[in-house]
């Protein structure tokens, strides 16, 4: 039987994606376009982002209360939320505790059922953000409360529960399909509480998505909303046009002025939650030396870089962390553009007549830098005025990570793009002594004062101060110099005029349910 | 006969090894590995990187990862995709028939434009129709298909408003994949409005795919008509007094077709290959656009197994055509 719609009626709302998820499970998989049409549509949090911010508010937990030692999380659960229904399963209870501890420990403990079903297949989001050296154990209180057990004070947790992987399942759904003998089928055909009820999914084509009438927020403005997977971002601006979509994702920066003049069309922009820099790798010649690091931070013309690389569409960046988050220390004075003290400073250090070094830069774009080899040659000419000669060198990008991992690298360009709206997930992976260990750490830059503040931030419960302590660490890196940060770059979604209601979200996902077609 | 079946299926085991070494050589090739795709920019922990290698099995020595992976194979087994954890095999029967059914159109508009357009050039050769349609086909052979695509979808889809822009079929229709062909499945649906949707989104996918294949075909039957054109029996059935077009359909045309139907045959491996990049830009769920995906992602098993069933089946359709030109011609059975 074929189901027709309305080709772009007032219900259905149409939207170009990316890519193709990597399966419809929100624990499984890291990928932002896997999230979006996952576990934004389809599933909750105990707490969530606000959207378009990154301040926590409550979601599947009503309220929650810490511990004074910071070790201890109670959430009170929210009452009478609704788990979605397919064909095979029709839930007979709300949502209560037990699909809590069911959720976590199922990535946590390592003998919980379910915890290997899909041969391969790993919590990979769960394990990357360290969670089993965070979280002892769960307890039920009652139906209605849960409690999370620290293994240390870790004020990030809070913003770590509103990740995607930290989605809640629906214990009775998975037990369904035990029984039955098919407990793939439970991460194959998601049930979750979220605004959206999965439909359909044709490979590589079309997901289809209901809204859910019982969602607890209420429910979405549209009837149906529509993924419509296309790869290719100008086949996907052509959809936008011919209104074979209403929203499209990852506009290319050089279609932005066309569009912008296109009067069916809207353009939306959020500062990024990331940034792109220079590393200097600390563990070699001659960026050993801090004068070195503080003569090409001196010697680096960032407004250019701003406008040719980014055409605009970016700003630029003094400290690591992006001013959209809080702890963003703006008393920080930025290195201005001045050769004549970036060659003194390089006398300073014993080079005068400057040196000769491998410049890594990025082969491919990423959201945080949209051309590495236009930024590279900027970079190259700047610094060749000050007598240091920057020979540019590149890998295909996943070698180029390998390598960066290893610390082969003298000087390189790379970035981040903020995985939650804590500060914490920008200084310890990228700045951390532990990091120089996983290798994320490319300038390998450990610091003791910088660490003991980063540690100590993260064990202190109270915002405001931990914001202190994070400013601090931004002085030490400011002095310390081990990067050039470049910029925090801009992100874009192009809709049509007749979606009202729609709002960028801060950590780069696509929100639906606050959507609606206005003709 | 038998001997000649059995010598050409014999042929099949080389170029099974050759074809599995290739695409395992090839993807092995490619720098960054499956775990380091999925690790970013954060980088992995040493012991969670070393876990994956090993559940991926790529920690033991490439020749022992080979001999596995043909053991598997021999037994029927194309192992799971490392992003979504699908069996390959199963992925690929999923997507295959949106392939073929591009690859089956775009064939026939090849065919059906371009063997007529062949035959007026042979037979007003050196007119303005002949230098037309040359000309046409050498523009089109030289065509990159990416960029012809796109040139399409803007000129047709975006300017005019004829066509939709990509895609299978409008998203308005939720047809059930019974056999995979959309223009079938729409017609089980007894959904005719699916189905005329189906047919306008294989327009221009078939145009730039069955492009090259055009231009090859057009030039391949003028060539072969003006040496046919010459024979002595051409000239005889116009001696006999037949129609103009008599002597050029039946007798001419019929026999230039020989080396075309060759040709054709040799299109096929072509087309997999053309439709690769289509595929990508019309957003085509077919297998090229997911093998190109499964390069990206370093998707061993994807690649591997990808290649092999295509080249299974181009080996199966060789396979039939030799037996077949063996069973119409005894000159290649005896030769």
């Known amino acids: 039987m074929a189901i027709a719609l309305p080709a772009s009626g007032k219900g ?357 830098n949209p051309d590495g080899k236009r930024m590279a040659e900027l970079i190259q000419a700047d610094w060749a005025k000050v007598g240091v000669k920057a020979k540019l060198v590149t890998y295909e990008w996943a070698e180029y990570r390998k390598r960066s991992k290893t610390g082969e690298q003298t000087v390189m360009m790379f970035g981040w793009s903020g995985d939650n709206g804590d500060p914490d997930n920008f200084f310890v992976p990228l700045l951390g002594c532990e990091a120089v260990k996983g290798g994320g750490n490319v300038s390998r830059w450990c610091n003791r004062s910088f660490e003991d503040l980063v540690v100590k931030a993260a064990q202190t419960p109270s915002q405001p101060e931990r914001a202190k302590l994070y400013e601090q660490a931004q002085v030490i890196v400011h002095d310390e110099a081990p990067w050039i940060p470049i910029a925090h770059s801009v992100r874009f979604d192009a809709l049509r005029k007749e979606v009202h209601g729609y709002k960028m979200d801060a950590t780069a996902h696509h929100y639906f349910n606050h959507a609606e077609i206005v003709k | 006969m038998w001997r000649f079946v059995l010598r050409r299926a014999a042929l099949v085991v080389p170029t099974f090894i050759g074809v599995t070494l290739l695409a395992f050589a090839l993807i092995h090739l490619i720098p960054g ?91 007003r050769r050196n007119t303005a129709a002949d230098y037309a349609v040359m000309g046409v086909s050498l523009a089109g052979y030289s065509m990159p298909i990416f960029w012809w695509a796109l040139l399409l979808i803007l000129f047709f889809s975006v300017q005019l408003g004829w066509t939709p822009v990509s895609g299978r079929i409008a998203v308005e229709y939720d047809v059930p994949a019974v056999t995979g062909f959309m223009l079938i499945d729409t017609l089980m649906a007894g959904d005719l409005a699916a189905f005329r949707s189906a047919l306008s989104h294989l327009i221009l996918p078939t145009i730039a795919l069955g492009t090259i294949p055009l231009a090859v075909i057009a030039r391949m039957t003028r060539s072969a008509m003006l040496e046919v054109l010459r024979e002595d029996y051409v000239r005889a059935a116009r001696a006999k007094g037949l129609s103009r077009m008599r002597v050029i359909v039946v007798h001419a045309l019929r026999n230039a077709l020989i080396p075309v139907v060759t040709v054709v045959g040799l299109q096929v491996g072509l087309l997999l290959s053309g439709a690769i990049l289509t595929e990508t830009i019309f957003s085509w769920p077919g297998v090229g656009n997911w093998l190109i995906h499964g390069v990206q992602a370093r998707d061993y098993p994807v690649v591997q197994g990808g290649i092999l069933l295509i080249a299974g089946i181009v080996i199966a359709v060789n396979l039939i055509v030799d037996v077949l030109y063996g069973v119409i011609n005894p000159r290649i059975r005896h030769g």
């Not at chain 1, 599933?43 to 990154?54: I, K, Q």
């Not at chain 1, 947790?157 to 989605?167: H, P, R, V």
């Open chain 1, 12 to 368: 259905t709302l149409v939207y170009c994606s990316e890519g193709s998820p990597e399966g419809f499970q929100p624990q499984f998989f890291s990928t932002g376009t896997t999230f979006d049409a996952v576990s934004v549509p389809m599933f909750n949090r105990l707490v969530e982002f606000d959207l378009g911010a990154t301040n926590i508010v409550p979601a599947l937990a009503e309220s929650w209360t810490i511990s004074p030692d910071g070790k201890t999380y109670t959430f009170k659960l929210r009452k009478g939320v609704k788990f979605h229904s397919n064909a095979n399963f029709k839930p007979t209870r709300d949502f209560d505790a037990d699909d809590v501890l069911f959720s976590w420990n199922r990535m946590a403990d390592e003998n919980a059922p379910f915890h290997k079903v899909t041969a391969g297949q790993t919590f990979a989001y769960f394990d990357d953000m360290g969670m089993k050296n965070i979280v002892d154990r769960v307890e039920k209180l009652d139906d209605r409360t849960v409690r999370f057990v620290l293994k240390r004070p870790e004020a990030p947790f809070l913003a770590d529960m509103a990740m995607d992987f930290a989605s809640i399942l629906s214990k009775e759904y998975f037990d369904a399909m035990m029984k039955k003998g098919t407990p793939n089928a439970a991460d194959v055909y998601p049930i979750g509480t979220g605004p959206f009820e999965f439909v359909s999914y044709q490979k590589d084509a079309t997901i289809r998505y209901k809204a859910f009438d019982q969602h607890f927020r209420g429910r979405p403005k549209i009837d149906n909303l529509i993924y419509s997977i296309t790869r290719d971002a100008t086949a996907r601006y052509a959809k936008l046009k011919t209104g074979e979509c209403q929203v499209m994702a990852f506009p290319k920066p050089a279609d932005l002025d066309a569009m912008r003049k296109d009067p069916q069309l809207a353009i939306q922009q959020k500062e990024g939650l990331n940034v792109g820099y220079i590393a200097f790798n600390v563990e070699k010649k001659p960026f050993d030396n801090k004068l070195v690091r503080q003569a090409l931070n001196y010697a680096t013309n960032k407004d250019a870089i701003l406008k040719a690389v980014y055409q605009g569409n970016g700003q630029v960046a003094k400290n690591p962390i992006p001013p959209i988050l809080w702890g963003y220390n703006n008393a920080v004075q930025d290195y201005p553009y001045d050769p004549a003290k970036a060659k003194e400073l390089l006398a300073q250090a014993g080079y005068p007549n400057g040196f000769e070094v491998e410049l890594w830069y990025l082969p491919v774009t990423r959201p945080y």
């Open chain 2, 33 to 123: 590995d499956p775990v380091e795709n999925i690790s970013g920019e954060r980088g992995m922990e040493p012991a969670r990187r070393t876990r994956l290698l090993h559940e991926f099995g790529l920690d033991r020595p490439l020749p022992v990862q080979y001999g596995s992976y043909v053991a598997h194979v021999l037994r029927g087994d194309l192992g799971h995709s490392l992003t979504t954890h699908v069996g390959v095999a199963q992925e690929f029967g999923t997507l295959f028939p949106a392939t073929v059914e591009l690859a089956f159109f775009a064939m026939l508009f090849a065919l059906v434009v371009g063997v007529p357009a062949g035959v007026i050039a042979a037979v």
